[in-house]
T-cell receptor
Framework: ETGVTQTPRHLVMGMTNKKSLKCEQH?????MYWYKQSAKKPLELMFVYNFKEQTENNSVPSRFSPECPNSSHLFLHLHTLQPEDSALYLC?????????????FGPGTRLLVL | AQSVTQPDIHITVSEGASLELRCNYSYGATPYLFWYVQSPGQGLQLLLKYFSGDTLVQGIKGFEAEFKRSQSSFNLRKPSVHWSDAAEYFC?????????????FGKGTHLIIQP
């Protein structure tokens, strides 16, 4: 039981498409995160939300647009992506955004951009 | 800025043998340190973490790790591995100044178990 779900699990899209990734956490947490996992690279933090407010945007291109309507849901809207954006996108949540808090991860969405 | 180095990209261990995965970090203050495991097609699962107290921490699935400040290391160990331990292992450091940086991860170590 992961407590963090992500949909879809797999997504193939063309460079002109618009799609959205969804993340939902059932743990009562207040912080949520998007990470990008590419082959042979460390996980990259993309966005952080704390109590629905975006607190971090690590120089992510504007073709990625996050949305956090409430503390349980997090979206990543995608448009005009590039092939190098193909990766595993992981959502995580934690009780608070303090550095010692355990982050709980979803299974990820495997994205392929053609 | 904090950073994490996992020097071994791949490690092969025979089933039943002992295991040590290396992790070195760079951080100005006392770090928060984590080990996560990722099985194929899965997200990351926490094995153990350290942020204060006893420098030897016990985790799930029989894993332990030791924080050594003098060596800036947080190596993961298991006395006897099982075939189900085959996975990707990530060391991470958390920002003690707040959560804005999330977790900084190493590149991971791919563990292969030989029968």
């Amino acid at each position: 039981e992961t407590g963090v779900t992500q949909t879809p699990r797999h997504l193939v899209m063309g460079m002109t498409n618009k799609k959205s990734l969804k993340c939902e956490q059932h743990l009562g947490h207040n912080a949520m995160y998007w990470y990008k996992q590419s082959a042979k690279k460390p996980l990259e933090l993309m966005f952080v939300y704390n109590f629905k407010e975006q607190t971090e945007n690590n120089s992510v291109p504007s073709r990625f647009s996050p949305e956090c309507p409430n503390s349980s849901h997090l979206f990543l809207h995608l448009h005009t992506l590039q092939p190098e954006d193909s990766a595993l996108y992981l959502c995580a949540s934690s009780r608070t955004w303090a550095g010692q808090e355990t982050q709980y991860f979803g299974p990820g969405t495997r994205l392929l951009v053609l | 800025a904090q950073s994490v180095t996992q020097p071994d990209i791949h490690i092969t261990v025979s089933e039943g043998a002992s295991l040590e995965l290396r992790c070195n970090y760079s951080y100005g203050a006392t770090p928060y340190l984590f080990w996560y495991v990722q099985s194929p097609g899965q997200g990351l699962q926490l094995l153990l973490k350290y942020f204060s107290g006893d420098t030897l921490v016990q985790g799930i699935k029989g894993f332990e790790a030791e924080f050594k400040r003098s060596q800036s290391s947080f190596n993961l160990r298991k006395p006897s591995v099982h075939w189900s331990d085959a996975a990707e292992y990530f060391c991470a450091v958390g920002d003690s100044g707040g959560g804005a940086d999330g977790l900084t991860f190493g590149k991971g170590t791919h563990l292969i178990i030989q029968p």
